[in-house]
């Protein structure tokens, strides 16, 4: 919230927390964040005031930085001695410029369920914090993480036995079944070293959004119709190897939020054409491409659904393991 920090992380963040009016540090448990609201209709067409729905969300990932740390110089002066005013870190310059340089910006303070146990330049250790309250969040005893150029790096050293667990991407996936028949993995399989493959839901997802405020997706028809010309399911066998699940909104299916009762719009070019002629999209001369006169253009925009589709297909995607 500090304008005077120019970093890239703030810069962005900054355009989604824009709705944050204050917030309270009440006790050492206790973070209270105040939104903005905004006027909506309810059900009843009523006009009721709210904060925008990723208000909590947004609220729930904060991660609170330690202030013992970063309130202070390496030689343990303050960096702001007077502090006394509850706004001083959201518009002190001083603050801000050296914040963006802070010497603990590389040191991992940890009260989580591990605990930094040094590093060189290729690796950093860590042991268990046997206090932490979800026991299961750390596994094991201790822990090594190599820094690797590239994420084909850490695969191969992988496949050499160098490093114990790394994460496969999508496109990998036939690489390693190739791996797994390979001489090398059957030596190494002779020695006690076997690959156990782990497959999981990943907490992350990937959609189009259909801009409203653009004249030609401002039409709910118009949306559902071209929703129903990507075919999700294939993006996911194609691009994703398979490992993906089509979803109904923005929560995994293994969470409580997730609504399995709604389906999500099935893939139907005929049906989406036929929306789209409902909408007033038509081939007016036979090229095979559809097209609208809008009211706020006086030229034609047109629409191909083979060639809307070719492109989807390159650079949508529906959920990722």
């Known amino acids: 919230m500090n304008p005077y920090n120019q970093q890239p992380s703030a810069v962005t963040s900054r355009n989604q927390f824009q709705d944050v009016q204050k917030f309270e540090v009440l006790d050492d448990f206790t973070l209270v964040i105040r939104w903005k609201t905004h006027e909506f209709k309810n059900e009843k067409g009523e006009v009721v005031k709210r904060p925008l729905y990723r208000a909590k969300l947004l609220t729930g990932s904060l991660n609170p930085l330690a202030s013992f740390v970063y309130k202070y110089f390496p030689d343990g002066q303050k960096i702001i001695p007077d502090d006394t005013d509850p706004d001083t870190y959201q518009t002190n310059s001083v603050w801000a410029q050296n914040f ?3 010497w603990a910006q590389n040191i991992i303070p940890s009260c989580g369920a591990w605990k930094f146990d040094g590093m060189t330049e290729r690796m950093i250790q860590f042991t268990r914090n046997n206090n932490f309250y979800s026991p299961d969040r750390a596994l094991m005893e ?5 820094f690797k150029n590239t994420p084909d790096a850490e695969w191969q050293t992988f496949k050499t036995g160098d490093i114990q667990a790394s994460f496969l991407p999508q ?12 001489p090398l993995y059957q030596e190494q399989a002779k020695a006690g070293k076997t690959i156990h493959q782990l497959n999981y839901i990943g907490n992350m997802f990937f959609y189009i959004g259909w801009n409203q405020k653009t004249p030609f997706f401002r039409d709910k028809t118009v949306r559902q119709a071209l929703t129903m010309a990507i075919d999700r399911n294939r993006i996911i066998q194609q691009n994703l190897n398979g490992l993906g699940v089509e979803i109904n909104g923005p929560f995994t299916p293994n969470s409580p939020s997730y609504d399995h009762s709604i389906q999500p719009w099935p893939f139907d070019p005929d049906k989406a054409r036929r929306l789209l002629a409902e909408a007033g999209w038509e081939d007016h001369d036979g090229d095979g491409v559809i097209a609208k006169k809008l009211m706020e253009s006086t030229c034609l925009f047109t629409l191909s659904l083979p060639t809307l589709s070719k492109i989807l297909h390159q650079k949508a995607f529906a959920s990722t393991s």
């Open 171 to 182: 496109g990998k996936l036939l690489e390693l079944q190739d791996f797994l028949s390979s």
């Open 100 to 102: 963006g340089m802070h």
């Open 142 to 146: 201790r822990r090594e993480v190599e």
